[in-house]
């Protein structure tokens, strides 16, 4: 089982650090400013669930998570270096993967703390949603978990809620489908234009 | 005492989360992106003021702050899909309330934490502008609390003032001084164009 | 040496203030605007150093460094009134002062808990760059760490390792050498355009 959330945690890490150097390169930063967008973006959501939880952050003990950071960042710069341009879809491919992750990964964090289901709810979905926050706030765009036409928090609502109702049974199964829940409904939305209605136009 | 401060945190975080709503139908969100603004708005200054002072985040052992956020975002959303608009005035109100409400409940919850008065001023100001300014960031515009003309950052302080000079008669009294404080000079900078100095223009 | 921290950790909080009141009176904001910049540039990387580490958050107990960023606020406010403008690099200089100071102080911070030297140079990178960062997002602009041509978090990079490897000899001289460090090569990518390769632009 731990095993299970180590992998998970990694994957979660690299594909969002690999997401943030790729914002990185659109805005034709230099090279650390790619690594601190990178690692911002890698260990943001987590950093802020951990600080609202009043638990230890998780990297300050386990220098594995920077090197993780670290790789998703060589992994982008070498790819950009080799190829000279990057797929449109692959920053929203990566983010989908990092919020599938750390959604149903807060939201199990956040129930073995022992708060309730809703707390654990809206944990997942701040550290899912968190680090993609602050790498978008950061490139002074609007975060995508604002944007229109993306079924952005609500991916990270649904798969929340999947793991929350079946932890009881199995807390891998759960995690599983959590994850698998958050990067279907974002694939809908990025690929086959699924959507919510938009709130009213006001003037 | 206690069901006083209980009454009107439900209020600050109705009217903040409200604003969150409004702000996210001015720049024409989905759904989903208008709740999550609703709930960083309503619980974010808090959030903010409880990590740094320490203390366990208000809303992870009490539920029911979440589900004013939601109130305030349902009755937003009630309004808007009714009347197809909103008064320009509304989210200025609306902020005006929660600026009120947050600035002397972040003094209050400070001195009685055993924090002296400067500090108790400062965190009043953080949990009444916290709020709103991750709000405005995330929509990417500049935080109404640097604006111009707006009096924002000095309605905040001369209201947590008036509360930490007035607190050791009556807490209650205090509060309800230091909210109408604010209250007032927020109104009048909106709408009778009160004005600070400018700082002198740079180039 | 505890002096020595203390005037050191004064000086950054007076140079970022000052950088914040600067910025602030480049977007014209009003006066309490241009204060409220100070006070978060000045004390903002701080702050999120301390509550990732889980200590008590450092101008809490110690009301002297919120007196720093009002002094930091004044001396620009002044100097401005006086001369209306105020050189384009100035800011930049300010910046690289506070970044210097913070890079080392947050590192020798981090040293002093416990924590492993890879730790400590991310949170001397997060001290020196967290402030500025809060400071551009809020005003609405990209931060320089993030932009181009800078060598921004190179710097702060740069003066961490220093510090964290010369550390064992002498603290002092470490801290010292660190901050010249930053401040070195900060001025060279100002004054002297020394640069590192751009991350290759994506479309």
């Known amino acids: 089982m731990n095993e299970f959330i180590f992998l998970l945690d990694l994957l979660g890490i690299?594909?969002?650090a690999a997401s943030g150097a790729l914002v990185a390169g659109k805005h034709n930063m230099d090279l650390f400013g790619g690594l601190v967008l990178a690692f911002v973006t890698g260990i943001g959501g987590g950093t802020m669930r951990d600080a609202i939880l009043g638990v230890p952050v998780f990297w300050l003990a386990q220098p594995h998570y920077l090197?993780?950071?670290l790789a998703g960042f060589l992994?982008?710069?070498?790819a950009v270096w080799k190829f000279q341009s990057a797929p449109k879809a692959t920053i929203n491919f990566?983010?989908?993967?990092?919020?599938g992750v750390f959604t149903v990964l807060g939201a199990q964090k956040t129930l073995a703390l022992g708060h309730n289901e809703a707390v654990a709810i809206i944990m997942g979905m701040l550290t899912g949603c968190g680090g993609g926050m602050i790498r978008?706030?950061?490139?002074?765009?609007v975060p995508m978990v604002l944007s229109r036409k993306r079924l952005y928090a609500t991916a990270s609502l649904a798969g929340g809620l999947a793991f929350v109702v079946l932890a009881s049974l199995s807390q891998s199964i759960?995690?599983?489908i959590g994850f698998l829940i958050?990067?279907?409904?974002?694939i809908g939305a990025l690929f086959r234009d699924?959507?919510?209605?938009?709130f009213p136009v006001l003037k």
Chains 1, 2, 3 share one sequence.
């Open 182 to 186: 958050v990067l279907i409904i974002r």
């Open 14 to 16: 690299i594909a969002f």
């Open 75 to 78: 992994i982008v710069y070498g």
């Open 136 to 141: 978008d706030v950061l490139a002074n765009q």
């Open 94 to 99: 990566l983010d989908a993967v990092g919020l």
């Open 67 to 69: 090197w993780a950071c």
């Open 174 to 176: 759960a995690m599983a």
């Open 194 to 198: 699924w959507r919510l209605p938009f």
